[in-house]
């Protein structure tokens, strides 16, 4: 089992700056993709990046390209998502999601195995 903890959510205003933590525990963070997602009120769930267990392979979706970047510290097993330039639509819960997954390129639609409780990111306007 891996047990993922989200946390560094809160409020900030629209073109503020926040960074979400996921620390992993449980099982080696090596061999593992990790992903973020996220999902407003109403809303499905969207991927909002990927990072390969390399790190060396990263993707994002057009909206929040450019403004979000995913990174990972495998020796202290916690993935990040810097967020900047925040706009209101991006208010929503925010998952991290982790799979066994070895490939260079990470297929953000295969199931993945483990998600963690959430944090809420909400940006005034």
């Known amino acids: 089992q891996v047990q993922l903890v989200e946390s560094g959510g809160g409020l900030v205003q629209a073109g503020g700056s926040l960074r979400l933590s996921c620390a992993t525990s449980?099982?080696?963070?090596?061999?593992?993709?990790m992903g973020w997602f996220r999902q407003a009120p109403g809303k499905e769930r969207e991927f909002v990046a990927t990072i390969s267990w390399t790190g060396g392979n990263t993707m994002y979706p057009d909206s929040v390209k450019g403004r979000f970047i995913i990174s990972r510290d495998n020796a202290k097993n916690t993935v990040y998502l810097q967020m900047n330039s925040l706009k209101p639509e991006d208010a929503a819960v925010y998952y991290c999601?982790?799979?066994?997954?070895?490939?260079?390129?990470?297929?953000?639609?295969?199931?993945?195995?483990?998600w963690g409780q959430g944090t809420q990111v909400t940006v005034s306007s």
């Open positions: 449980g099982r080696t963070f090596s061999g593992y993709a």
């Open positions: 999601a982790a799979r066994r997954d070895y490939s260079a390129v990470v297929v953000v639609g295969r199931p993945w195995d483990y």
